[in-house]
């Protein structure tokens, strides 16, 4: 069921649909089970009342989408941003819900946050917050049936200060949440986690070109300069790659020369990152100005002549239709999505219509549900040790994360190849947008109908 007023959800479920004709043609019956699908089990939203450091009475609205618990307890991130409404978290626990199951291991799908906005919060406001948001949501979670974590706006103090709420209101020490403190539940390589695993994705990509290679030399555009970008532009430099750009909500920044980004730079962002400064004042800071060009109000996409691979790592809906274009005519052999839906609608279309037409010189495109679920592969890795009363050292945590992208990379160019269409130019690539979509959809299907819900 979609209402006029969720154009999020609508774009997310329209991609998801518009890639399941093959399926449908083979097995209509599942028709069915995509009309039961997009409608949330359950939607839990609530007032939050708390008190700023002036003493005055503060309200934001409070949500939770509990989408679908087929493959087990409830999993996906809690966004504090003005910006959410239940249009966006729809979106996100939809995908959420497909992404989880191309993890291969027990997690349903659900989102959930809050209209409010931690910039220019002081630590004892956003203490309060917290503490006042999880007072009910306490209620609607727990370590089997719903498993929280953070997302934009909520990191590792945020999860700290309603893991703590969480466990004065219920009295309990559990895996309730995700993503906390090593000293209390958490896991090596879950900050680095969803980075790490779309550069893992996508050396597979890279070794399934016709002209299999590395990322040795490869130009990398990222967007973003939050945890995901940061990592993955970490672990591209660890390989050999170099990252010309990256970027935040007030414009990007290009190197000027092929070395691009350095491991110095990467920490001087992230400290700035952590004092909720922007991209304009690491430009302030050194030689940056010599090095690299600000471009304020843009992003990186169509500002760099000859580029290899593209990972958009910042929001959805970052890469425009101009922009994909943009990407293809810059020779882009690779694009892969770090953020959630980062490609509108009109982009994808651009990317599998080079695909599909450019033979073995076509662009290939790698959904965000598939290439970034190393974030939330990792989150379960944290419930199975919290169940475990254990704690994963890093190389352990690390080898898993590099099995769970092989596995998903395998599943959908699989099924990707499974659902090709005939007539293609000699050295088309199968697209992985449709086979993470219809290997996804047909385990969550599979096991919605064993259960009784639908038939």
Known sequence: MVLPSEPEFEQALNEIASTLGPLFERNPEYKKALAVSQIPERVVQFRVVWEDDSGNMQVNRGYRVQFNSALGPYKGGLRFHPSVN??????????????????????????????????????????????????????????????????????GREVAYMFGAYKKYRNEFTGVLTGKGMNFGGSNIRPEATGYGLVYYVSHMLAQLSTPTDYNNKRVLISGSGNVAQYAALKVIELGGSVLSLSDSKGALIAKDAKGFTVDDISAIANIKLERKYLTDFVQTGDVAQRFEYHEGKRPWALVDKVDIALPSATQNEVSKEEAEALVAA??????????????????????????????????????????????AVSGLEMAQNSQRLQWTHAEVDDKLKGIMKNCYEICYNTAKDYAAQGQPEGTLPSLVQGANIAGFIKVADAMKAQGNWW
């Not at 027990?106 to 220019?120: N, Q, R, S, T, Y």
């Not at 999505?337 to 490609?343: A, D, L, P, V, Y």
Request: proline share 3%; charged share 20%.
């Open 331 to 376: 020779g882009c052999k690779i694009v892969a999505e770090g953020s959630n839906m980062g490609s509108t609608q009109e982009a994808i279309d651009v990317f599998e219509h080079s695909r599909a037409t450019s033979g073995a010189n076509g662009l290939w495109y790698a959904p965000g549900k598939a290439a970034n679920c190393g974030g939330v």
């Open 86 to 155: 239940l249009s966006i978290l729809k979106f996100l626990g939809y995908e959420q819900i497909f992404k989880n199951a191309l993890t291969g291991l027990m997690m349903g799908g659900g989102k959930g946050g809050a209209d409010f906005d931690p910039k220019g919060k002081s630590d004892n406001e956003i203490r309060k917050f917290c503490y006042a948001f999880m007072q009910e949501l306490s209620r609607h979670i727990g370590a089997d049936t719903d498993v929280p974590a953070g997302d934009i706006g909520v990191g």
